[in-house]
Each structure stands twice: as structure tokens, then as C-alpha cells.
């Protein structure tokens, strides 16, 4: 690991003033995912923004009747939380089949959003990733590629999101607030957070240098059986091979994002008008444009099938 100076930020705005004019800072909560990162000198950040002390670890209900869950809530706190058992299950569902209990103690539920990919070519040093080291290739295209992206991918990444919690979100319409270095607020529905890698897979998200944050917000519970089913080579602690997030109402209509398949979450709004049709029907829409490698072609089929246990469970 190399060496890096640190700070406790005083306030949101001054956190993302400080890492807007600091390329080379990065701001740290949990650290689940940066300090492995940090030691495999994959992020070398030479400064980094300690943001624990700044009082957004809340969860609260919005005017509206939905819920703001602020940027520091424990991924435990958030799965344990009432509310979001009783209103938001597919949410409570995701976190805990996302990580160990270690993990969700010191995850938060920002640093989920941002997690970065677990290909493992993006981990080895000692290969091309345009994740990694923009511009160098991509050794999964060509390589071993079972676990990687299906749809939305590009010449340069084949790469999926590894966030349980994001498919979740997704599925939910999630609003992700922020601060910008100007103070500036905004909104960010999370359907426009994730971008596809395209020629710039190292650029993940639509955040501006120093965007901070503060929270995300659930619009008001919209009931429905609330599924989340995750697919693995191991039953405890992998990344899934396919995830579905579903909110499925007495009428078979209803929100789906999947999971494991996409530089994303992967949610296709016309294809959800295709589930009471059954799961066939809306597979073919959610992976219209799916591109699979041979090793990884199984993700077509288990996405219809996991989808169709999924509306299974739903029926009852």
C-alpha cells in the first residue's frame, strides 16, 4: 500500500470541495472495498476523506411517505431496519444475501452503490484491464469469461456490477442525492446513475469529480411480493451468476432488474410489460440485446429460468 495523508472532514460540502480540487483523493466509510484495493495498489489514492463523522447514518421517512437512508447507514442497520423489512423487503433481501455479517457491519449503503467490479483481470496487476489502466485492453474478451457481462457490454469491458443492494434499488426507483463541489444538490434517479462502458469503462457512474453522496431516497412503498433470488457457484458469500430483484403485483405486472449480467443493474421497463405473459416472454425482452461468449451463453437460460421461479414464488 502506498503511503497517504488523511482527514476527518468537517462537513459535506467541504468533503466534496477537498476531493474536487484533489484528483488523487478518494473519500472512505467502511473501506470494505477501497483498502483491498488500496493494497493491491489498484487505487492509489494519496489522500483520503474520512467521512464517518458527518451525521448521515439516519434513516428517515420523506413528506411523501417514502424513505431517505442516508449515506452511512450500515448495510446491517438498513436490512434490520423496520420499515424496510415491513415496506421494502426486496431490499432487506439483497443486503443480506450480498456479504458476510462482518461486511454489512461496516458496509454503507454509499459505498455499496459504488463498490467496483470483481473480475478477477481487473485484480490481476499483471493483465491489460481498460477498468484499470484505460486504453491497456481487456483480457476477459478472449479470456475466461463465464462470470462476465451478457448485455450492454462494449469492445473495451465485459464487465458486470457485483452490488446486491443496487439491483435492489433499481427495482425500486431509487433517487441518489448528492452534493456537488459547489454545493450544489441534486437528484440523481438511480435508472441514470450506472453508465455502460462504452469506450470508458473506468468512468462508471455519472458522479462529477467531488460529487458527494448524502442519501437515497425510496419513493412510497407500492406493495406486491417482494422476491430477491440470487444464483451462485457457492451457497454463501460469491458474487451472483445471475440475480433477479422483482416486485411482482397480484395481477402479474410489475419492476424486475437483474443482476450478474451487466455493467449494471439491468432493468428493461418495456420488457416488463411482458411478465403476465410469462417468464419466456420477458427474458427474450430484458436480454434482447444480449452478446454472450460461449463460456458464459448459460446466462440466457438461467435468467429465464430463475425469472420464471421468481414469478413462481409470486403466484404462490
Known amino acids: 500500500m502506498k503511503a497517504f495523508t488523511y482527514e476527518r472532514a468537517s462537513s459535506v460540502e467541504a468533503a466534496a470541495s477537498t476531493a474536487a480540487t484533489n484528483a488523487q483523493a478518494k473519500f472512505i466509510a467502511g473501506g470494505t472495498n477501497l483498502l483491498d484495493l488500496m493494497k493491491l495498489e489498484i487505487e492509489t489514492p ?59 457491519n461496516k458496509a454503507t449503503t454509499a459505498g455499496n452503490l459504488l463498490q467496483r467490479t470483481r473480475c478477477p483481470y481487473f485484480y490481476d496487476t499483471n493483465q491489460p484491464c481498460n477498468k484499470r489502466q484505460p486504453g491497456s485492453g481487456c483480457s476477459a474478451i478472449g479470456g475466461f469469461s463465464r462470470q462476465h457481462a451478457i448485455v450492454g457490454v462494449s469492445e473495451t469491458c465485459i464487465a458486470t456490477h457485483p452490488s446486491d443492494m443496487a439491483i435492489a434499488m433499481r427495482a425500486l426507483d431509487a433517487t441518489v442525492e448528492t452534493v456537488k463541489s459547489d454545493a450544489k444538490r441534486r437528484s440523481i434517479p438511480i435508472a441514470d446513475f450506472y453508465r455502460l462502458p462504452g469506450d470508458t469503462p473506468h468512468i462508471e457512474t455519472v458522479l462529477e469529480p467531488g460529487e458527494f453522496i448524502t442519501a437515497v431516497v425510496l419513493p412510497p412503498p407500492v406493495g406486491g411480493k417482494q422476491i430477491y433470488r440470487k444464483v451462485r457457484d457457492r451457497a454463501s458469500y460469491a458474487f451472483a451468476l445471475i440475480s433477479v430483484g422483482a416486485i411482482i403485483q397480484p395481477d402479474g405486472t410489475g419492476h424486475v432488474a437483474v443482476g450478474g449480467v451487466a455493467h449494471k443493474p439491468w432493468r428493461v421497463e418495456a420488457a416488463e410489460a411482458d411478465l403476465p405473459k410469462g417468464a419466456r416472454a420477458a427474458a427474450n425482452g430484458i436480454l434482447a440485446d444480449a452478446h454472450p461468449t460461449e463460456q458464459n451463453r448459460f446466462k440466457v437460460a438461467l435468467v429465464e429460468r430463475t425469472l420464471g421461479a421468481v414469478l413462481s414464488e409470486a403466484r404462490g
Open 46 to 104: 494519496t489522500h483520503l476523506i474520512d467521512v464517518n463523522g458527518l451525521g448521515l447514518d439516519t434513516i428517515e421517512a420523506t413528506s411523501d411517505g417514502g424513505l431517505r437512508i442516508g449515506a452511512m447507514v450500515r448495510n446491517t442497520d438498513l436490512a434490520a431496519h423496520t420499515t424496510v423489512r415491513k415496506d421494502y423487503g426486496l431490499l432487506s433481501r439483497a443486503l443480506v444475501a450480498g456479504a458476510s455479517g462482518q461486511l454489512r
